[in-house]
């Protein structure tokens, strides 16, 4: 199974076309700024030259000083594109070049004849909602029409508000249209309607009171905030209008443009101009009636709604970062105090191929199944934990592309803490393509370089001290790994290592790093790669008690754990062994030693794929470790996640937090006679 959020963010972030995004917004989309939705046809359609480019830098710069990145929205050459350059402006805001609108209806075709416009309030919703952007600030919104019961002249931005969740910052509706039919109109499409103000008078845009009623108010930009913020989390799917009314030192023009408009309407009933006609002949009287004062009114009210705009994307960001923080550490209350665990390493996007039919070579592709989840064994012990509602914090690194938003996205979705989790500048987030048979890895292919920028800056002494346990995998670039192993010595923290692959662990190993290490976890085939540098003794009290096929692996067990840390007042090795089930070796108070073997689950899975089951014994051990469980417990627990590992596509399976199931399951097979056996209880002279 592929998780919801995988799902939902391969949706958002996946394109036949490019999108372009300014720096200053793909750093606060990495960063989780606040960053505010700005409309383009103000500038291609709305504004003469240079008032439009003036206009367009100004709202600009309102969002920059309240703390906001501005993200203006056209399409430029048949890109999307999300912040704008200075040069991209300049060139929407010269009247010679032929703009188009975009809306709704036009951006497929935009996109695809490769054409530049403006986006109105329909297309930049589109293009913000796509981009997790949800909060956008702009003049006005269009309405119904007068006469438009006749002529069915309903703007799109009112469908698009009952279909889009994009809050909508505006001065309401020109009373041009039809103010009250346009309000109905967004009740129809279940469109929250909030005055911004103390009362419900629904603005008319230059004058602060229509004489309708908005559905409800909402005194500050956090009120706003909030009502934005449960919106996005019922899923409700619709959008929100923010209704400004006019500011007070406005207030007299803009009084004296709407009595102008209600003249130029009382003409427009005399001449019997009816239909598509009424619009245009109105705003050529209006502006001929206030000498074109009413633009200058126009200029104030579109910079006031950015302001409101941005004090409002503010408050949500706050709102969505307690958010995110909460759901990181709503289940860790009742672990046990201070059990606080570190995971370094990696972020990997891993894309799984199952062949089922070989069409020939050259001839086709091959038949066969592609799931994509996600991967990298730190991020996967620590859903592991995150799941069984243990406090753990990940540090790692995702690129700056649509990819490393996907990773952002599914780990806040499952509620880990990713407070730590660094996007690169210029680096593709790490993708393996892995080919199963049989759910078994056969080969792959991936490209890890981002791996090198878990940096030693990114590790603070505060990070480790205090901790339960740090976990490293060695996809950690070994400088590092030994920062940490430094940093835990000196905390006196156990420090697990997770071999990852044979390759890498050999390079941990030579490097001298298992003299800091409490905890080992490596599998058959990582324990053999350094077996050759192992000077084994022959340890003939240990291989007269245990059985003969653990002959070979045992004594290179005991022979790591010699040379592990003496600072903890425990070290151990865990190793999975395929069928053989799972061995783990602990030596405790100087020179006592214990070996235990757990077999197999008694039930077959159903695998799927086995990457990500070793992954999920660690974390299922490490949790059941920090809650008290005994090594028997521990054990289960561990082979219980990676059973559920086993029968899922997911890395993680995302039901190995309920503990009922989890009990029942483990009880369900013990009473098939799945135990633990204690292989060797006794003193044991390492040296030897």
């Known amino acids: ?73 056209a399409v ?131 004058t602060a009171k229509s004489g309708l009623l908005s559905h409800t108010n909402v005194e500050s930009a956090k009120d706003a905030a909030e009502m934005i913020h449960v919106n996005r989390t019922l899923n409700l799917g619709s959008g929100i209008v923010i209704a400004v009314p006019i500011p007070e030192e406005y207030a007299a023009d803009g009084l004296e443009i709407e009595n102008a408009i209600q003249l130029a309407l009382r003409e427009a009933t005399d001449a019997q101009i009816s239909g598509n006609a009424i619009t245009p002949f109105i705003l050529q009287r209006v502006s001929e009636l206030t000498s074109g004062r ?12 950015v302001l409101v705009g941005s004090q409002i994307a503010v408050e949500l960001n706050r709102i969505e970062h307690k958010s995110r923080e909460q759901r990181a550490t709503h289940n860790f209350d009742h672990s046990l105090s201070g059990d606080r665990i570190l995971v370094v390493g990696a972020v990997n996007v891993d894309i799984l191929c199952t062949k089922h039919e070989d069409t020939g070579a050259g001839k086709d592709l091959a038949r066969g199944e592609v799931q994509h989840v996600m991967g990298g064994v730190a991020r996967n012990v620590a859903e592991c934990l995150t799941r069984q509602n243990m406090k753990s ?54 490209n890890f370089s981002c791996h090198e920028h878990i940096k030693t800056k990114l590790i603070s002494e505060a990070d480790v001290a205090g901790c339960r346990y740090v976990i490293v995998d060695c996809d950690t670039p070994l400088e590092t790994g030994i920062h940490i192993a430094q940093l835990c010595q000196k905390h006196c923290v156990p420090l697990v290592l997770e071999p990852t692959a044979p390759l890498k662990f050999k390079q941990f190993y030579d490097a001298g790093l298992l003299s800091m290490v409490s905890l080992l976890s490596p599998n058959a085939t990582e324990l053999a790669a350094i077996s050759d540098d192992l000077a084994i003794s022959n340890h003939s009290k240990l ?27 425990s070290r151990s090795v865990l190793t999975t062994i395929g069928k053989n089930g799972v061995l783990y070796c602990c030596q405790s108070s100087g020179d006592q030693l214990q070996v235990y073997h757990l077999p197999k689950a008694p039930v077959s899975p159903q695998i799927k794929s086995t990457s990500g089951a070793g992954d999920s014994f660690l974390g299922g051990f490490l949790a059941a470790s920090c809650k008290g469980g005994s090594v028997e417990e521990c054990l289960k627990m561990g082979t219980y996640c990676a059973f559920r590992s086993l029968e899922s596509f997911d890395t993680i399976d995302s039901h190995i937090g309920n503990e009922d199931s989890a009990g029942i399951t483990i009880n369900s097979w013990e009473k098939l006679g799945w135990n633990v056996n204690v292989l060797y209880d006794g003193q044991f002279s390492f040296a030897s």
């Not at 200053?24 to 960063?31: G, H, K, R, T, W």
């Not at 975009?102 to 913000?128: E, F, N």
């Not at 059985?547 to 007042?569: A, G, H, W």
């Open 1 to 73: 199974m592929i998780t919801r959020a995988f799902r939902l963010a391969q949706e958002r972030y996946s394109r036949q076309f490019h999108t372009l995004f300014s720096n200053e917004v793909n750093e606060a989309l990495s960063n989780k700024k606040p960053i505010l939705a700005l409309e383009s046809t103000i500038i291609t359609h709305g504004l003469p030259n240079p008032q439009n480019y003036e206009l367009a830098q100004t709202v600009e710069t309102i969002c920059r000083n309240n703390g906001v990145a501005p993200a203006t929205m």
């Open 76 to 206: 430029m050459r048949g890109s999307p594109c999300i912040g704008l350059t200075r040069e991209q402006l300049l060139e929407l805001s010269n009247e010679s070049t032929s703009n188009i609108k975009i809306s709704r209806r036009d951006m497929a075709a935009a996109i695809q004849q490769k054409l530049t416009g403006g986006t109105t309030v329909s297309g930049t919703m589109i293009l913000a909602h796509q981009n997790n952007i949800p909060v956008f600030a702009t003049g006005g919104i269009g309405g119904v029409h007068r006469g438009g019961e006749d002529t069915m002249d309903v703007s799109a931005d009112l469908t698009e508000l009952g279909r889009t969740p994009v809050a909508v910052v505006c001065a309401g509706v020109k009373s041009i249209l039809d103010i009250a039919k346009t309000l109905e109109y967004l009740e129809t499409q279940g469109v929250t309607v909030a005055t911004f103000g103390k009362t419900r008078d629904f603005p008319a845009f230059f």
């Open 294 to 305: 009413s633009l200058n009114t126009n200029l104030a009210l579109v910079r006031n709604n």
């Open 393 to 446: 914090t990940l540090i790692s690194v995702v690129g700056d592309d649509k990819l490393g938003k996907l990773a952002l996205d599914c780990c806040d979705e499952i509620g880990m803490d990713t407070r730590k989790i660094s996007t690169i500048l210029d680096s593709s987030t790490p993708v393996a393509q892995l080919l199963l048979k049989g759910g078994d890895v056969l080969e792959g292919i991936c």
């Open 543 to 569: 291989l007269n008690a245990i059985p003969q096929e653990f002959s070979q692996i045992l004594p290179q067990m005991v022979q790591c754990l010699s040379m592990m840390s003496q600072q903890t007042d």
